[in-house]
């Protein structure tokens, strides 16, 4: 079935850090693809999304291209801020469900 | 707040005991699904409805487990006999039904069964 690998953390940054998390997934056609991110004690929230080949999402600052050659989705950022320290979560869309990665936990230091 | 709620935020049981939990979706939205997440994982898929009709159910939920919508608003999903292994985070989000890959997740419900 369809599925959704992303880097083991944690990933310790420091502030100002170029900041990439790597999401590879396996799935029939193309799916849409998502990266979440849940902050300490909130909800998950929808950070971007790409919803065909070579879309590029982004959002705060973080990008990710949609790589159908690679079936890729990384995620990244050129200078990571203190209060982007979070769970990021890659995931795609299948059948009106999201599947997800197992998250990755990113820790920014001052 | 126009957000997704849920009811409780956290709740602790004893093994055995039935447990319900509340979802109260944005109020536009016509989908709501549920979701488990456990420790270092991320969300998997449990249930979702369309209106009050239950259009899905994962073979993660085992009998044990049931889900309502009966006015096509709030939603509640029920444990019964609560096992050890049901400590989880219970997820519930929702969307609109033509825009279903952009969910709106509320906080949660942290479970422990003791």
């Known amino acids: 079935g369809d599925s959704v690998t992303q880097m083991e953390g944690p990933v310790t940054l420091s502030e100002e850090a170029f900041l990439t998390i790597n999401c590879t997934y396996t799935?029939?056609?193309?799916?849409?693809l998502f990266w979440y991110v849940q902050y300490p004690g909130e909800g998950l929230q929808l950070l971007l999304k790409?919803?065909?080949?070579?879309d590029k999402g982004s959002n705060k600052g973080f990008e990710a291209t949609y790589r159908k050659e690679t079936t890729s989705f990384h995620l990244e950022k050129g200078s990571v801020q203190v209060s982007d320290s979070a769970v990021y979560f890659c995931?795609?869309?299948?059948?009106?469900?999201?599947?997800f990665g197992k998250g990755t936990r990113l820790h920014i230091l001052p | 707040d126009t957000g997704v709620s849920q009811d409780p935020r956290h709740k602790i049981t004893k093994r055995g005991q039935n447990v319900t939990f509340r979802c109260d979706p944005i109020?536009?939205?016509?989908?709501l699904y549920w979701y488990r997440q456990t420790l270092g994982q991320g969300p998997e898929f449990l249930t979702y409805?369309?209106?009050?009709?239950?259009?899905?159910k994962s073979r993660l939920l085992s009998d044990r487990f049931s889900a309502e919508r009966p006015k096509g608003s709030f939603s509640t999903l029920e444990i019964q006999r609560t096992e050890q292994g049901d400590s989880a985070m219970y997820l519930c989000?929702?969307?609109?039904?033509?825009?279903?890959?952009?969910?709106?997740f509320g906080p949660g419900t942290r479970l422990t069964v003791t």
């Open positions: 409805f369309q209106n009050e009709a239950q259009l899905e």
């Open positions: 109020s536009e939205h016509n989908r």
């Open positions: 995931a795609l869309n299948r059948d009106d469900k999201i599947i």
């Open positions: 799935a029939t056609g193309y799916p849409s």
């Open positions: 790409a919803t065909k080949a070579d």
């Open positions: 989000a929702s969307s609109f039904a033509g825009r279903a890959y952009e969910q709106y």
